[in-house]
């Protein structure tokens, strides 16, 4: 079990890369949550079996098709526990 915060720069928002990343996560069973942060960039949480943590990070570094993915810091942090994948408003 893994847990990573992704924080993703760049033109985020308003690209619909929060409801892609949920599609993503459900269909790679990973949990946790994203949300849009007030600085213009998005925040995530994903925990689960390693290589789906990590293919879901891969996939934030590309984004949806609008997206233009500048940066992305991942920090590896102790599991909680996430149940579910759910869009923080």
Not at 15 to 44: I, M, P, Q, S, Y
Not at 55 to 71: D, H, N
Request: aromatic share 6%; charged share 30%.
């Amino acid at each position: 079990m893994l847990r990573a915060r992704v924080v993703v720069s760049g033109r985020v928002q308003g690209v619909w890369f929060r409801e892609t990343c949920k599609r993503h996560a459900v269909e790679l069973a990973v949990n946790g949550w994203v949300r849009n942060r007030e600085d213009g960039r998005v925040e995530a949480v994903f925990e689960g079996e390693s290589q789906n943590v990590a293919q879901l990070v891969s996939w934030c570094r590309i984004g949806p098709s609008r997206a233009e993915v500048t940066g992305v810091d991942v920090t590896e942090e102790v599991p909680q526990g996430e149940r579910g994948f759910r869009v923080v408003p």
